[in-house]
């Protein structure tokens, strides 16, 4: 059985920072490509940022570029979301998936975490 768990999410005040994370099991982790999502205007959930199953290709939303940095650990089964200058309008609930092939913007992924909310107060 597939799980992807994610932590790390809180409170934090508009400029701090937070490092999510999302642990993976049931699956080759290494063979999956990573993305982060969250709900946006509009439509279910928009991409945030994502990375290839080899960590070689990262890829990022215009609205957090340059403030967010994702990465993974192959050895740990683990991808992190380091959040930075945040913004009020990063409020959301943040969702962790795991797509079998390439690293994709559309929400085409196969498995998906169950979230952690992520309030930046202003």
Request: with cysteine.
């Amino acid at each position: 059985q597939v799980q992807l768990v994610e932590s790390g999410g809180g409170l934090v005040q508009a400029g701090g920072s937070l490092r999510l994370s999302c642990a993976a099991s049931g699956l080759t982790f290494r063979t999956y490509a990573m993305a982060w999502f969250r709900p946006a205007l509009g439509k279910e959930r928009e991409f945030v940022g994502g990375i290839s199953w080899s960590g070689g290709t990262t890829s990022y939303a215009d609205s957090v570029k340059v403030r967010f940095t994702i990465s993974r650990d192959n050895a740990k089964n683990t991808v992190y979301l380091q959040m930075s200058s945040l913004k009020p309008e990063d409020t959301a609930v943040y969702y962790c998936a795991a797509a079998l092939g390439p690293l994709r913007q559309s929400d085409d992924y196969d498995y998906w975490g169950q979230g952690t909310q992520v309030t930046v107060s202003s």
